[in-house]
């Protein structure tokens, strides 16, 4: 008994990441799918109280407002911060956020992007390697957005049949993601591709980390209220340990730029389990970013849309702007 103590704790004592070396400017970018303003900075929605217990009713994002939210910026409020698609849909929101612009794509079925995307320039410009410019997916959907090229950076987007042979907490994860299914079809439960992504992060250090989440979008679709609220409040529970872990992180946290935002919101009343062209608030989003040269100063007035966001990974990394940033104040 005593051995296997002692074993146990020396398991435990082995540091579980490697010290990231820094080798210049880093951004993580996060994406929640299809997560409505009122949620993000109000709270619960009055309309559909009466399907919560009143113990769940409230702010929904509460780390991130009181710890995190005036150490950075938030955009959106009153709706100030917009998406960059012709419609409220999530693949050619995405595709706008990974190139800059709207491009043709108007629904979930379009394809590949077609351009490189600011993932695969910043790999080309600055020279990085593969495993230094990483992608981890919850929604099938986001293959076709984040490369032009199946092979130009590392991704593990669901259904993802690489073996990992070379890790095996990342291979562990995603097999247990493949028995473990979510209601719906088509994307893994959100905590796996978390995981995995706070894994490579923590232990391979890439120079561009995207993780992209889509449990609130699918409970949006299915008309479940509180399964929402709650992959909200877990996400709320993701970040505030992403950003403390960044804050353990020495030169490489302090380098590190955070974008978190959403990809298009959604309806009201009972129409808020869709989203698509109209009616054209569900393109009013948020935005919250810190990181070098950005104020600490929380919610601000300034307009902005997904359009900026290619230019501001640019800023960051010390690349020629392909367009107009987000404002840094
Ligand atoms: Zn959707």
Request: aromatic share 10%; proline share 4%.
């Amino acid at each position: 008994m005593k051995i296997w103590y002692l074993s146990a704790l020396l398991l435990w004592a082995v540091p579980a990441m490697a010290e990231c070396l820094h080798r210049g400017p880093n951004v993580i970018l996060v994406t929640l799918d299809g997560v409505r303003t009122r949620e993000f900075f109000e709270g619960t929605d009055p309309y559909h109280h009466a399907k919560l217990d009143p113990s769940e009713r409230g702010r929904i994002f509460n780390r991130l407002w009181e710890n995190h939210a005036s150490k950075g910026l938030v955009f959106g409020k009153g709706g100030g911060y917009r998406i960059a698609s012709d419609v409220a849909i999530s693949l050619p929101s995405y595709q706008a956020l990974m190139t800059g612009h709207s491009t043709h794509c108007q629904n979930n079925q379009c394809g590949r992007v077609k351009e490189e995307t600011v993932l695969e320039a910043v790999r080309r410009e600055l020279g990085l390697k593969k495993s230094e410019v990483a992608v981890f997916g919850s929604w099938k959907g986001m293959k076709n957005s984040t490369a032009q090229s199946a092979r130009s950076i590392f991704r593990s987007i669901y259904p993802d049949f690489k073996p990992y042979a070379g890790d095996r907490t990342l291979r562990k994860l995603r097999n247990a993601s493949v028995f473990d299914r979510p209601e719906w079809a088509g994307s893994r439960k959100d905590h796996y591709t978390w995981d995995m992504g706070m894994h490579y992060l923590k232990n391979y250090c890439p120079r561009v980390l995207y993780v992209s989440l889509v449990d609130s979008d699918e409970y949006g679709h299915e008309g479940d209220y509180p399964g929402y609220v709650r992959s909200l409040r877990a996400y709320d529970s993701y970040l505030d340990s992403l950003i403390g872990a960044l804050d353990g992180m020495g030169a490489y946290g302090k380098d590190t730029t955070l974008i978190v935002t959403t990809d298009h919101s959604r309806g009201e009343g009972e129409g808020w389990t869709s989203h698509g062209s109209k009616p054209d608030t569900e393109k009013e989003v948020f935005l919250y970013v810190r990181g070098p040269g950005f104020a600490a100063k929380g919610v601000t007035d300034s307009q902005a849309t997904h359009a900026n966001v290619r230019p501001t990974i640019e800023r960051a990394l010390g690349l020629r702007l392909s367009g107009q940033a987000l404002p840094q104040d």
